[in-house]
């Protein structure tokens, strides 16, 4: 065990703040929300700022709305622990065949299935809570998403394309943002959302290449297998159709030179990870996974820059 690890962190922990500093009642919980894992709210927020510093730039805006992002960081860090606990429980039986989430606080007995389910709802209250500080239409939005969330954790064991139902998810936030700015959705917002679902089947192929052989064992799928020593070839595909369609969401929104730079800069990162990956090394594809953060806020400063130094935007919504 590494040093610094308590005897309940999960199989794949790397000795966090949950593990060394959390009190012993409170780290099961923290766990099955993931709090000891960041990078899974940073994705799910990414495209939320995203969305809103677009909507800044359509807007002619200087600044990003900075209580929506707030808000934003709260209900991502809220509901992606609420969405890790509801895979948790569909999954129980399966996490207990996997060497990588055997010791997950549910597969392990260390939360009941009651349990479980009541830090579910609370956690949900309290996504409600940031959702109400919306706007009507943001708020039918947010509970529109519960569907495609509600649906994920059984997508596996029905399509080899588990990872395009986590991509629509994951991705709502390209919608969100610019709902809760202008209270409707218009094509900039459309096609970051679709830009941004091709990213995250992308980043989570890598991801997925951790559990291949396991997965196969058990019968369930994944990109990760499907792709297999063609993951290469499918992660360019998919990266730069990414690249190419936030850049036309850009352009709708009307976006400058600044917006173009912040793409370059995410386009160049996700090449280095279609250069470097090697699928065989599962805690390579970890690193690749969770350097997509760093991808996400390099495209996001160039939007908050274009938003604040560049010209005003183009775009006029509809009305």
Request: glycine share 10%; net charge neutral.
């Amino acid at each position: 065990m590494n040093e610094g690890r308590s005897a309940t962190a999960v199989a794949d922990s790397t000795g966090n703040w949950v593990d060394r500093h959390a009190p012993a009642w409170a780290r099961p919980y923290l766990q099955l929300a993931r709090l000891d894992r960041p990078i899974g709210w940073w994705l799910l927020l990414l495209p939320c700022w995203w969305s809103t510093g677009l909507a800044a730039i359509a807007s002619g805006a200087r600044w990003p709305d900075l209580k929506l992002l707030a808000l934003f960081l709260l209900g991502a860090v809220t509901m992606r622990g609420a969405g890790c606990t509801w895979n948790d429980i569909l999954d129980r039986d399966l996490d207990a065949r996997v060497e990588r989430t055997r010791s997950r606080p549910i597969p392990s007995g260390r939360v009941s299935l009651a349990q479980a389910f009541a830090f579910l709802v609370a956690l949900a209250l309290i996504g409600l809570l940031v959702l109400a500080q919306m706007n009507a239409f943001a708020i039918a939005m947010g509970i529109a998403s519960l569907l495609v969330v509600s649906v994920y954790p059984l997508a596996k064991r029905v399509t080899w394309f588990p990872q395009a139902v986590l991509g629509l998810a994951f991705s709502w936030g390209a919608l969100m943002g610019w709902a809760a700015v202008f209270g409707r959705i218009d094509w900039p917002a459309l096609i970051l959302y679709a830009g941004s679902i091709l990213w995250v089947i992308g980043y989570d192929t890598i991801y997925a290449h951790q559990d291949r052989d396991d997965d196969a064992i058990i019968g369930v799928r994944s990109t990760a297998r499907l792709f297999g020593e063609e993951t290469r070839p499918a992660l360019v595909f998919l990266y730069a159709g990414a690249v190419l369609l936030i850049l036309i969401a850009g352009i709708f929104a009307g976006g400058g030179i600044l917006f173009d730079l912040g793409v370059i800069g995410f386009a160049l990162h996700l090449a280095w990870q279609v250069r470097t990956i090697d699928i065989g090394n599962p805690a390579q594809c970890l690193g690749l996974f969770r350097a997509n953060r760093e991808a996400g806020l390099i495209l996001f400063a160039g939007i908050v820059l274009d938003a604040a130094f560049g010209s005003p935007g183009a775009f006029i919504p509809a009305r």
